[in-house]
């Protein structure tokens, strides 16, 4: 049975975002950040691309409207790093390990830019900590993007047909 | 598809996306938080919170699995330490319940009472996180329906000052731990007031105290002050790490909180002000009778006015 692609985008996102809050935030320093891992997923599938930029936009938006941060900072950044991601998801076809690596080193450039653009706009973000989990985090979102790429691939193009692997 | 097929729009969306990001966060800062930016945030929270709820409701068991699995080591270290502790604190009450006997008999004599009245208090469940790298504020599953206001002070269960409220909706709230937090709080080291501060990078807080005469030792207590409006008075902060001495200006004390917010599974809301249109009075804490004769040790004897407080 196929399985509708906009209920199905919707659901992921929730699901990121609520696992983010209610579990993963509990481990802290040990927790991967899966709302950027999903945005920056959703650029290898074969979605057009300003619905990529619109669903970067939107999870950023539904995050910062679930804490207390600026409204609008995470929309701006994920809306970025999922233009980046697209511009390069050429690289992270290349093989499992630059799939990891390319999910990772955009992850860094998420945090960095909400650390970056927050600063600018007046924002004292720069918690306990922020050094060791500018690396853990993109760290376990590289292992992630690594496992789970093709098979998000293939769950939202039932296809990977866009992999050199699978 | 060619490469300019598939990226055909795709910059003027990006920048399109950008703007009205740039002005939703310029509309939250000047609306501070207030407003549509504010109803926004509500209705998230409101809809998110019952699959936060659900989520937490699951996973509780299994995060509190691994953390006693992990924690076993630290927890009978813990053990032993607290067990000297008690030892230590019973001397201690035994000590000062001599001085408490007193203490009654004094406020009966002087016929004192206290004002304040008990602070209620709200357990909270903590059902979520948000800005696990930055920004951190928890999520609890209390809100309007049972009496949690924006603003009022969250304590741990140890009693120690966690932060405040920053939104809430009928089933949830947002808490904004007093390290995340952008504003200072007045507190008390010893008899010296002054503010304390968040550090950027750093667990560690600034505590700002000025024309100190006297040194402020490491290991002080630092509790709430009754200058503070956002906090009643008395309540645990956190400690004093190094030795600071006087100088000529101010001195800047770093404190270390006793809270953790990472650690927290449930929080105590504090329903204060009691009364929020009396927030910005000034706090009084005891009142004597309309006329009242006191009496001091050394015999002379001073009557109030029945104006005065």
New interface residues.
Partial sequence: MRIPKAPLVITIL?LA?????????????W?P?LVVLTVVLFAMTRIR??LV??I??VA????D?????????R??VY??VA?AA??TTHYAEIGRIATGLWGGILTFMA?AL??II?TL???????????N??II?PLLNAILAALVAPSFSRLIDRDTGIFGYS | MTSRERYGRALPTLITLIVIGVMLMTFDIRSEGQGVVGVLRQGAQTLLAPLQKAASYAVTPVVNLVDSVTDVARLREENAALRREIQELAAEINASRDATVRLAELEAIFGMTPTGVDIGRTVANVIGRVGVTVDEALIIDKGTTDGVAVGQPVVDSQNYVVGSVASVTASSATVVPILSARQGMTVLVGQAEGTLLPQTGSDLMRLEIFGAREPVLAGTSVVTSSGSLRFPAGWLVGEVVEDVQPSVDVITVPVRPYSSPAALRVVVVLAWPPDPVTASAPPTTTTLPETSTTTLPEGSTTTLPEDEE
């Fill in positions: 929730v975002v609520v696992v983010q809050t209610a579990l993963l935030g509990r481990i802290r320093s927790a950040d691309v300003e930029l619109l970067g936009f950023g938006l539904v995050v409207l679930a804490g207390t941060s600026l409204t609008g900072l929309a701006v809306t970025a233009y697209i511009r945090l909400v650390v927050g706009f007046g924002q004292n973000l720069v918690g306990p900590d922020i050094g989990r500018m985090v």
